[in-house]
DNA sequence: AGTTAGGGCGTCTAGACAGCATGTC
DNA sequence: CTAGACGCCCTAACT
């Protein structure tokens, strides 16, 4: 099929796909056109990766813009929704505009309602449906890429739910499902009502194989000799093999320890077959590594990068992994060691993949798990960029003649297993039931069964009768929600509350919500009976008994501390208590107890007993402590943070990535966002207390800093160096000697005037002016100077490097 | 004496979505 | 009930 034989198309494109040399559709996208795809019939198609899914995506949009409405696009990762972005921009020339909406991309409900297609992650969707975006009915045609993820245990029925949402509130929608190739994807089509195109079709040839001894065996029964020779493991016999064809290789490894460390080994042998060139290119590239961030990982990754290699991981900063990622597809990187977000990511195809490790550690299985043919395959997709490679090749490593028949059966011949709704856990019901009686889909129990019937798990269930397990779900679930006051349930009829009504739009797990609102009004309780009994006790009787042992803590170390300034600390939450109250909500990830650990924090919980909101689980009795001591652990990082600690020393001490930091502390600041408005709507006091400890988590600031830190082109660092040169504040930075300034910026003269620009200041050229270097008071550690008393007692080991409170951290 | 290969032992384990409301003289 | 790769330290054997 050609493109000027596609039907519903609007005009303009099929010359615009015949121009991008076009001719004739892949064999899964001409039959999608045959089964209705640009007549508006809902599609699953499930086809191998790198297919031609995209395509068969815009078709379908731009064929439903043609006949009235807009077209919405879910991803699954932020990363893809920026780069669906610029691939759908090239429509914006025949008149169809393109936006964005994630919930770090800055776009507002009415901005969208312009624009023809829309691209958003499935939870964003999600809470546009539950805050009604007028728009949504609007919508003529939903693309869901990647619906394979509703196998997901946490974010796969986000997914389910929102897909069934969309269809009730717009009975015509077309519905095209985009899935990797799966068991039962006929099923994914009943669920959506949707003709299933399936094919193992690819553009460019795969190959899979095990690479035992000295050969690759492939699929097709050929070999290709590769025995490891100089190298002692298969992997850099393979990278090196690859490399003398002029290919690239892909290597998936169980962990990030591991990654980096075979990038290391990796980089040994990339770095004999780098021209003059790349070598220059790679080491301007292994600069910008080191300007991201000064953590260590930052260092290791720029040095294997001048040679060729990179790792790839979730710790990496997001700068960090779309270097690596862009320089792969240049071709300058010559190989990738990566933990499986590099397989889920963004597109990075490869001559080569090599799979290493194909067991992964998970804790509730008890040991090394296989992964699921699906992943494996998933993998194994990323072999072969079309265009450039006359072939993929995809490589399992064995150590066994029994292993590579393990392989063989276990994968490679291996159908991909059927995907199996996870609905029915109880942490998805909580929020989803939640939201939908707070947006008004079901006003009774039997209303709400009745819209989950339009979910997969209801199709999957069905058959076998299972859906009383639901029921029975949803009834402990709204039980729960019923005690914490979220609903109210009124003979049959069920209804939010307004504070139900809040946690919905906010996007909080109720679990944490609960959490957030008990440690508030605990705390509210605490101040009142200790500080001035001024406040009405909230008439919930249940509340006062259940924190009266808190209480009765936070009164007794009132009166052994007993001064002025003890009293206003214990006004409001420190810094430490409220990340400690976000940290322990089931909405942050948390960090892992390492050896040595338990006790370390088991001695600071105590330290700083009186800051903790709500009642600390006993060491002895109770199980949820080691939980609250993760919690501290991730409470800890972010007052680091809050308290300027380097990043590097952050990393190291808590065993993280720059990465990894910037995502606790992009957590912390949603959810305490979401407290102070929580402690807003209750009318609890503590909402100045939160909104500033939220401020000096975004910032990565003191107190003292806030002002300057908020300055666009001002981050932390500069904001201490400008402070401690005595540029204390944007008015400051308006009215200070410009060598000053300049000095303080170390004579960066650009970046001066740019700030300088930003904060509004009359004339921000630097030309001509003297540097001034910074004088004595910058010999001054921020640490140990201007530190309120409640910090100084925590910090004191942090840059002084004296005996510290917190024990061996070092 | 310095270096390296190899064994024993302890440690540690993938990923990443979401609210709100804007700023400056 | 269940794993395994890595790094570190130690020792033995080698140059």
Redesign the pocket.
């Known amino acids: 099929m050609n493109p000027a034989s596609i039907p519903g198309l609007p005009s303009g494109i099929s010359e615009q796909l015949a121009d991008d040399g076009i001719e004739e559709l892949y064999p899964p996208q001409a039959e999608a056109v045959d089964a209705g795809l640009t007549t508006g019939e809902s599609i699953v198609a499930s086809v191998p990766t790198a297919s031609g899914k995209t395509l068969i995506a815009e078709l379908a949009m731009l064929s439903a813009i043609e006949r009235g409405g807009k077209a919405l696009y879910i991803v699954?990762?932020?990363?893809l929704a920026s780069e669906k972005k610029s691939e759908f921009e090239k429509w914006e020339k025949h008149g169809f505009s393109v936006g964005v909406?994630?919930?770090?991309?800055?776009s507002?409900g009415e901005w969208l309602a312009t624009r023809d297609i829309i691209v958003?992650?499935s939870?964003?969707v999600?809470?546009?449906l539950r805050?009604n975006a007028p728009w949504i009915a609007d919508l003529s045609c939903v693309v869901a890429d990647e619906v394979h993820l509703v196998d997901?245990?946490?974010?796969g029925p986000?997914l389910e739910v929102t897909l069934a949402k969309l269809r009730t509130v717009n009975p015509g929608l077309q519905t095209v499902a985009l899935s990797a190739t799966v068991g039962n994807a006929s099923e994914v089509a009943d669920w959506l009502d949707a003709t299933l195109v399936q094919s193992d079709w690819r553009p460019i040839e795969l190959r899979t194989g095990v690479h035992y001894g000295s050969a690759i065996n492939f699929d097709d029964g050929s070999q290709t000799a590769l025995p490891t020779g100089s190298h002692d493991r298969q992997t850099e016999a393979i990278v090196d093999d690859t490399l003398s064809d002029g290919g690239s290789t892909l290597v998936f490894?169980?962990?990030?320890?591991?990654a980096?460390?075979?990038a290391?080994r990796q980089a040994g042998v990339t770095k004999r077959h780098l021209t003059d060139s790349e070598r220059s290119s790679l080491s301007e590239l292994a600069d910008a590594i080191r300007d991201v961030s000064d953590a260590e990982t930052s260092d290791t990754l720029a040095r294997v990068v001048e040679k060729g290699a990179a790792f790839h991981?979730?710790?990496l900063a997001a700068e960090h992994r779309s270097i690596v990622e862009d320089a792969f597809r240049d071709r300058l990187l010559k190989v990738i060691a990566a933990?499986?977000?590099l397989a889920?990511?963004v597109n990075t195809p490869s001559r080569r993949v090599i799979i290493r490790?194909w067991?992964?550690?998970?804790?509730e299985?008890?040991?090394?798990k296989p992964l699921a043919v699906l992943?494996i395959h998933q993998m194994c997709g990323r072999a072969g960029r079309p265009g450039l490679d006359p072939y993929g090749e995809a490589v399992l490593l064995a150590k066994s003649a029994d292993e590579m028949d393990e392989l063989f059966e276990r994968y490679i011949w291996a159908e991909p297993e059927a995907v199996q709704s996870k609905l029915a856990a109880e942490p998805a019901l909580r929020t989803h039931v939640l939201a939908t009686i707070a947006s008004g889909f079901a006003t009774t129990k039997e209303g709400l069964l009745e819209f989950l019937d339009g979910t997969l798990y209801a199709t999957q269930t069905d058959a076998g009768g299972e859906f009383g397990r639901l029921e029975q779900v949803t009834d402990s679930v709204l039980a729960y929600l019923d005690v914490n006051e979220f609903i109210e349930r009124d003979g049959d009829s069920l209804s939010a509350t307004p504070i139900g009504h809040t946690v919905s739009?906010?996007?909080l797990d109720p679990m944490s919500a609960a959490e957030i609102i008990d440690g508030l009004r605990s705390f509210e309780e605490g101040a009142t009976t200790a500080v001035r009994r001024s406040k009405p006790t909230p008439p919930d009787g249940e509340l006062e008994t259940a924190f009266s042992t808190a209480s009765d803590l936070r009164e007794t170390d009132q009166q052994e501390t007993g001064n002025a300034d003890d009293q206003e600390t214990i006004d409001r939450p420190t810094p430490l208590g409220l990340y400690h109250l976000v940290s322990r909500t089931p909405?942050?990830?948390q960090l892992?107890l390492?050896?040595?650990d338990k006790s370390t924090y088991t001695e600071l919980c105590y330290e700083r007993e009186s800051e903790f909101l709500g009642q600390v689980p006993s060491e002895f009795e109770d199980v949820r402590f080691e939980e609250w001591l993760s919690a501290l652990k991730t409470a800890r990082l972010l007052e680091d943070w809050a308290l300027e600690v380097d990043e590097d020393r952050i990393t190291d001490r808590y065993?993280v990535g720059p990465?990894?930091i910037r995502?606790k502390v992009?957590?912390a600041?949603?959810l305490?966002?979401?407290a102070?408005?929580l402690a807003g709507t209750l009318e609890l006091g503590s909402n100045i207390a939160v909104r500033e400890a939220?401020k000096r988590i975004e910032y990565g600031v003191r107190d003292e800093l806030l002002d300057l830190a908020?300055v666009?082109g001002i981050g932390r660092k500069r904001a201490r160096r400008l402070y401690e040169a005595g540029v204390e504040s944007?008015?400051d930075l308006?009215d200070a000697e410009k060598g000053v300034i300049l000095g303080a910026l170390r004579g960066r003269r650009k970046t001066a005037e740019t700030i300088l620009e930003?904060?509004?200041r009359e004339n921000p050229s630097m030309a001509d002016v003297r540097e001034i270097e910074p004088s004595v008071r910058s010999a001054v550690a921020p640490d140990t100077s201007d530190v309120t008393d409640e910090e100084s007692e925590s910090t004191s080991q942090t840059n002084s490097g004296g005996q510290a409170s917190l024990g061996d951290f070092e």
């Open positions: 699954p990762l932020r990363a909406s994630t919930g770090s991309y800055e507002s958003a992650t939870e964003k999600d809470s546009l805050n997901d245990r946490h974010r986000t490894v169980n962990s990030r320890r591991n980096e460390s075979a290391k991981h979730a710790g933990t499986p977000t889920a990511g490790d067991r992964r550690y998970d804790g299985y008890g040991g090394m992943e739009r906010l996007y909405d942050m990830y892992y390492k050896s040595g065993g990465g990894d995502g992009e957590t600041q949603w305490l966002g979401a102070e408005e939220k908020g666009r944007r008015t308006r930003n904060v509004g």
